[in-house]
């Protein structure tokens, strides 16, 4: 049994908007044609949903410059991003050239307000984890494919998180874009090392 999981594939996240990842609009139609070829027995769309207060907007911490880097008080290290993907905004919206099924499911991150949320699986305290893992189980899904943004940082730690639960996982780079391009080869040797699968989408076969 196969999941496709489609990370963040949200206006805030595309052209235009307040934390655009560079080209992520390139992957919309390579995904929806994934779809349309393969069938997987379950698709889900995980989306950041922020609280307008959350802990990881600059707009929240007086003084502190968009892209810095801060120790919060539980002492996890925290990025300053700009707003990006607040409950019930435009900007938290799936885009509207996605394709989205009734049959998909979603998962929402990164709701609580002092806990931000890479990955789908859980948050970066480690412990607030979102209802994905759960889901899977229940559906009796062995392997997961996952694509969305940003290579470097959600679809990434979903990546990892999804192996670590003992899923088979495949990252897929071609349907993926990096907030920091750089970044690409080292996220692929990091997934490597624990056995997450790099792969182009085309080399799938289920």
């Known amino acids: 049994?196969?999941?496709?999981?489609?990370?963040?594939?949200?206006?805030?996240?595309?052209?235009?908007?307040?934390?655009?990842?560079?080209?992520?609009n390139e992957i919309l139609q390579p995904i929806n044609s994934l779809r349309d070829k393969l069938k997987f027995d379950l698709v889900?769309?995980?989306?950041?949903?922020?609280?307008?207060?959350?802990?990881?907007?600059?707009?929240?911490h007086t003084g502190e410059k968009l892209f810095s880097t801060i120790t919060l008080e539980n002492g996890t290290e925290q990025?300053?991003?700009p707003d990006h993907c607040v409950q019930e905004s435009h900007?938290?919206?799936?885009?509207?050239?996605?394709?989205?099924l009734s049959s998909d499911e979603i998962v929402r991150k990164g709701?609580?307000?002092n806990?931000?949320?890479?990955?789908?699986?859980?948050?970066?305290?480690?412990?607030?984890?979102?209802?994905?893992?759960?889901?899977l189980k229940e559906k009796n899904i062995k392997s997961v494919y996952v694509c969305g943004v940003a290579a470097d940082y959600c679809v990434f730690f979903t990546a990892m998180d999804s192996k670590n639960a003992g899923f088979d996982t495949y990252f897929m780079k071609d349907l993926t874009k990096a907030v920091n391009?750089?970044?690409?080869?080292?996220?692929?040797?990091?997934?490597?090392d624990i056995h997450v699968?790099?792969?182009n989408s085309c080399d799938i076969s289920l």
């Not at 889900?44 to 929240?60: E, G, K, M, R, W």
């Open 44 to 60: 889900v769309l995980s989306q950041d949903y922020h609280p307008s207060n959350h802990i990881s907007f600059a707009s929240n």
């Open 91 to 100: 900007g938290c919206e799936f885009h509207k050239d996605l394709k989205i």
């Open 181 to 192: 391009p750089k970044e690409l080869e080292s996220i692929y040797q990091q997934l490597s």
């Open 79 to 81: 990025v300053m991003w």
């Open 197 to 199: 699968k790099v792969i």
């Open 111 to 113: 709701m609580e307000v």
């Open 115 to 135: 806990v931000d949320s890479y990955s789908a699986f859980m948050g970066n305290d480690k412990k607030t984890k979102t209802r994905m893992e759960t889901l």
């Open 1 to 24: 049994m196969s999941a496709l999981l489609i990370i963040d594939v949200q206006n805030d996240f595309m052209k235009g908007g307040s934390l655009e990842v560079s080209d992520a």
